[in-house]
């Protein structure tokens, strides 16, 4: 990787107009075809690359590395990268620590035109990145665009954002004072990022926390730090100064433990998990010699995604949101649909609608831009078949449900479904992060209701119903942090659909959202007499 010179002021850009969402790319276009086939070609010859940590500016070297492999060839290394332990936590902190001391005074506009430099630089590069996206974590053209997408939204969302924030006043001035409301940053944030969102997840927490006048200690996944080294180097050729972002891959149980430990580091954001959320959240809550604060953490978990489909639902657009939401990036979405609950009247004939959409499905390399791709890795692989195991006992196989040979060994796994599943049935109660939809058979509305609240988790979930008195009763009473109308209950937009959870879903920080910056700071008021 070569060293890039950064300049050390940033040339002040401002927004151009109010916040619009990133367009898609229509690959149905034969230049927009062509332009992915040739980034998928000009990537692959980047493919291999070995990456240094970044920390404080200083590339490091270390004895253990992380193999970062394309989950459908998986003989092909994607990126070799290093593997920071517990040693290099103390080091990051410390450069994320000094770099705290001078960006926390820079001005919100020049933090801001940071983000909106490198939302510039990605969408010049906008195929290239996609290509990183398709190798590195298996998603087809359309997801990888969307991935990409959502990443320069949340730069240019929350660069406004943080100007608006900045403009931030009291909501009255008391007689005879001078009043003022500052929102100031809180310290060096722990950024722990996911996989299955490796650029816009990792790129929006990190972006929400730099343009707030925090310093960062970034751990993504170790499935997917190649194209969060990629972002790096976007952050620094748009002008960060050093220690800023500090690049650290690693063991999630030495190097990842150790920053959530340390008494400087102010907050976690996480997305994973909810196993790893709650332990984060139980090392967070306990205080360190020498530490000054109460840890806050911005915890993304699990779900247990239901779609309703009401006796009076438009029958094809529900059947073809569901297959959407299931097996969209082989259901590897937190928001992903892992249940439908149908009404009994129109059950049998929704399944067997369901099994032909689902057979049209064509698995593949999504080099190829096939609809399914692969799932993650060997791991996540053997536990899907496991969960498909169970529940060929705890219900109907009626689509899927056996792994895909392919001559290169990609981890594919047929799309499944399994019909006549009882609500709380383990395939319908725990989260498998895979192409698996559970089929569940409801009374009526009233008990499609109660089966959609009943598990532990409540981040989406949709309803298809022409009826207007059950869409009323469902926005009051269907408990997820993400509720949908008559479409499918992923592809949640930044600024339209602010997202997250409820309950072991996470702390509901709704990313992409006009509260979402409030969590990054900490308000201070100033009070002034008047002579």
């Not at 001035?173 to 996989?195: D, K, M, T």
């Not at 925090?214 to 050729?237: G, H, W």
């Not at 698996?436 to 009374?443: E, G, K, P």
Request: with cysteine.
């Amino acid at each position: 990787m070569a060293t890039v010179e950064i300049p050390t002021v940033i040339l002040p850009r401002k927004p151009q107009g109010a916040f619009r969402n990133e367009p898609f790319i229509d690959f149905s276009r034969h230049e927009n075809a062509q332009a992915m086939r040739d980034a998928l070609t000009r990537v692959g010859d980047q493919l291999g690359h070995e990456y240094p940590l970044v920390i404080g500016g200083e590339r490091v070297h270390t004895g253990g590395k992380i193999e970062s492999r394309n989950p459908a060839r998986p003989a092909q290394v994607v990126g070799v990268h290093q593997k920071a332990g517990a040693e290099q936590a103390e080091p990051a902190v410390q450069a994320a620590l000094a770099a705290f001391g001078k960006w926390k005074f820079v001005a919100t506009e020049e933090r801001a035109a940071l983000l909106l430099h490198a939302a510039d630089i990605i969408r010049r590069r906008k195929f290239d990145f996609c290509a990183w996206l398709t190798y590195e974590v298996g998603k087809n053209w359309a997801e990888a665009d969307a991935d990409v997408g959502e990443t320069i939204d949340f730069l240019e969302f929350y660069a406004r954002e943080a100007l608006r924030l900045a403009a931030a006043t009291t909501p009255i001035q008391y007689p005879g004072e001078r009043n003022e409301l500052h929102y100031i940053p809180l310290g060096v944030v722990a950024v722990i990022s996911p996989w299955n969102f490796p650029f816009a997840i990792m790129a929006g927490m990190t972006a929400a926390a730099i343009v707030t006048g925090n310093t960062v200690v970034l751990k993504p996944s170790s499935d997917s730090p190649t194209i969060a080294a990629r972002f790096m180097e976007v952050l620094e050729e748009a002008g960060m100064p050093p220690g800023v972002v500090n690049f650290c891959p690693g063991s999630g149980a030495s190097f990842g433990n150790a920053v959530v430990a340390h008494p400087k580091t102010r907050f976690i954001a996480f997305t994973g998990s909810k196993e790893v959320g709650l332990d984060i959240q139980e090392r967070a809550a306990k205080s360190q010699p020498g530490q000054t604060w109460i840890k806050r953490t911005i915890l993304e978990m699990g779900g247990k995604d239901s779609i309703i489909v009401s006796a009076d639902a438009d029958f094809e657009a529900a059947v073809s949101g569901v297959v959407a939401s299931a097996f969209g990036f082989s259901g590897q979405k937190c928001s992903a649909c892992s249940r439908v609950i149908v009404e009994a009247s129109v059950y049998d004939a929704f399944v067997e609608r369901l099994r032909e959409k689902v057979g049209d499905l064509k698995v593949g390399d999504p080099a190829q831009n096939a609809n399914i791709g692969p799932v993650v890795n060997e791991g996540a692989m053997d536990t899907i078949v496991d969960y498909i195991e169970i529940g060929k006992k705890e219900g109907r196989l009626i689509a899927g449900g056996n792994l895909i040979d392919t001559p290169e060994k990609g981890y594919y796994v047929a799309p499944t479904v399994i019909a006549d599943v009882a609500p709380d049935a383990r395939i319908a109660q725990e989260e498998i992060f895979g192409p698996v939809l559970a089929v569940i058979r409801a009374r009526d509305f009233e008990h499609s209701l109660e089966i959609a609240n009943n598990t532990e988790f409540g981040l989406t979930g949709s309803i298809y119903s022409t009826d207007r008195v059950k869409l009323d009763r469902a926005r009051r009473e269907f408990h997820v942090g993400n509720l949908y109308f008559n479409r499918k209950c992923t592809g949640a937009m930044v600024g339209a659909h602010p997202f997250g959870g409820f309950n072991m879903s996470g702390t509901d920080s709704k990313a992409g959202g006009p509260d979402y910056l409030y969590l990054f700071s900490q308000a201070k008021s100033v009070a002034e007499k008047l002579s």
